[in-house]
């Protein structure tokens, strides 16, 4: 359980003090622990450090184009990425998890330390503001080696979709969770990608929100590969 201390010791290590203490409590909290849990915060949170990422890249590779751009910004804000940047601030430690959720291990879990450092900067956002959460993004990455040749790394399918989208100057695709089954430390979550200007739309499963949506990105890249306007 996230004790008070365990919390400001968190503070501490972001380099960020909460006025409000129940967004870092909520934000810690997975919705096997309680109702009031982190994935509206993570939903936020995801945006925010989408758009601080690309702020960071456009000033510190100006002469990359905006195709590799994005493919770099993917590298970053990808689960692993999230991941390894989760542990290094030691989110285990304040994780609320319900019993059974610990008992499968769920605080080590790469998805769960990576939606919660999403939901911190979502918490940090409402908070303080963007300011405040642009900050805690760029102290995240300050020791990530951020440099062009990311750009060749394997795309995954969100980022192939994304790009296939702009280089037809359509707009990006629409994620949605359909549904969530399971126990809540077992879950499957089902997750619609549309892009309604193509009156396109297919759905992917996965044990996490991010796993469920790049299954569904990869199936409509597929149904979209093989149409006319490919």
């Not at 006025?19 to 995801?46: I, K, Y």
């Not at 542990?87 to 879990?109: A, F, I, N, P």
Request: proline share 4%.
């Amino acid at each position: 359980m996230a004790t008070t201390d365990l919390l400001s010791a968190l503070q501490v290590r972001i380099g960020y003090a909460f006025q409000a203490r129940n967004l870092l409590q909520q934000a810690v909290t997975h919705r096997s622990f309680s109702a009031d849990h982190n994935e509206r915060l993570e939903f936020l949170g995801d945006s925010v450090l989408n758009l601080s990422v690309a702020h960071l890249l456009f000033v510190q590779l100006s002469d990359l184009p905006e195709g590799d751009l994005s493919r770099v910004r993917a590298n970053l804000v990808k689960q692993d990425t999230l991941h390894q940047l989760a542990e290094q601030l030691d989110l285990s430690s304040v994780l609320r998890l319900g019993e059974g959720e610990l008992r499968s291990g769920g605080q080590k879990r790469p998805s769960i330390l990576a939606d919660a450092l999403e939901a911190l900067i979502g918490a940090v956002y409402l908070d303080g503001g963007y300011p405040a959460a642009q900050g805690l993004v760029e102290r995240l990455f300050e020791k990530v080696d951020i440099k062009p040749t990311m750009q060749a790394a394997a795309k995954d399918p969100k980022t192939e979709l994304q790009e296939w989208l702009q280089g037809r100057k359509l707009p990006l695709p629409q994620y949605t969770v359909v549904a969530t089954t399971g126990m809540a430390h077992r879950q499957t979550f089902e997750v619609a990608c549309e892009v309604p200007q193509l009156r396109q739309s297919q759905r992917g499963m996965g044990p996490s929100r991010r796993v469920a949506e790049q299954a569904a990105a990869a199936a409509l890249l597929e149904i979209l590969k093989s149409g006319p306007s490919a």
